[in-house]
């Protein structure tokens, strides 16, 4: 059981950053995959970022390539997304989820651990 918190959304401007954290508490943190996903109001939730276990191996979703970065701190027990460049379509709650699976997926079904959600708000 790993339990997961996330902080670090608000407001911004079109164009501006945000970073976002997600605190693990429970079982080893550098057992798992660590990714970022996001929900906008009336839409599914998608993948935004992974990382592995070692923080060797890295995936985004086209939509946030070269815009967002994902790290880890396996020290700290703690995951990573460096929001740049933000526009009004990454509004969104972005949500923080761990994987036992050793490769890195974007399908959120491979997610067994879920934190709360933290909202991201990009204003035009």
């Known amino acids: 059981q790993v339990q997961l918190v996330e902080s670090g959304g608000g407001l911004v401007q079109a164009g501006g950053s945000l970073r976002l954290s997600c605190a693990a508490s429970?079982?080893?943190?550098?057992?798992?995959?660590m990714g970022w996903f996001r929900q906008a109001p009336g839409k599914e939730r998608v993948f935004v970022a992974a990382?592995?276990?070692?923080?060797?191996?890295?995936y985004y979703a086209d939509s946030v390539k070269g815009r967002f970065t994902i790290s880890r701190d396996n020290a700290k027990n703690t995951v990573y997304l460096q929001m740049n460049s933000l526009k009004p379509e990454d509004t969104a709650v972005y949500y923080c989820?761990?994987?036992?699976?050793?490769?890195?997926?974007?399908?959120?079904?491979?997610?067994?651990?879920w934190g709360q959600g933290t909202q991201v708000t990009v204003s035009s």
């Open positions: 989820a761990a994987s036992r699976y050793s490769s890195i997926y974007s399908d959120r079904y491979k997610y067994g651990y």
């Open positions: 429970g079982r080893t943190f550098n057992d798992y995959v």
């Open positions: 990382i592995s276990w070692n923080a060797l191996s890295t």
